[in-house]
């Protein structure tokens, strides 16, 4: 997937874990703090894949 593709969908899951909390009655404040570490694990994950040797980073 490009790069576009990739941020794209990020964000709609990223939007579909903030609904699912929200519905599952977690306070705003902490459903923004969980996503925010969500996405940071995830980028680094796939920098990782990139810049590790072996990686399939490709």
């Given amino acids: 997937m ?11 899951q990223i939007e579909q ?10 306070a705003p404040q902490t459903v923004q703090r969980e996503l925010k570490a969500l996405e940071r694990a995830i980028r680094a994950a796939m920098w990782g894949a990139v810049l590790t040797p072996g990686g399939d980073g490709r």
């Fill in 2 to 12: 490009n790069a576009v593709s990739g941020e794209r969908y990020l964000s709609r």
């Fill in 17 to 26: 874990q903030r609904g699912i909390m929200i519905g599952r009655g977690i």
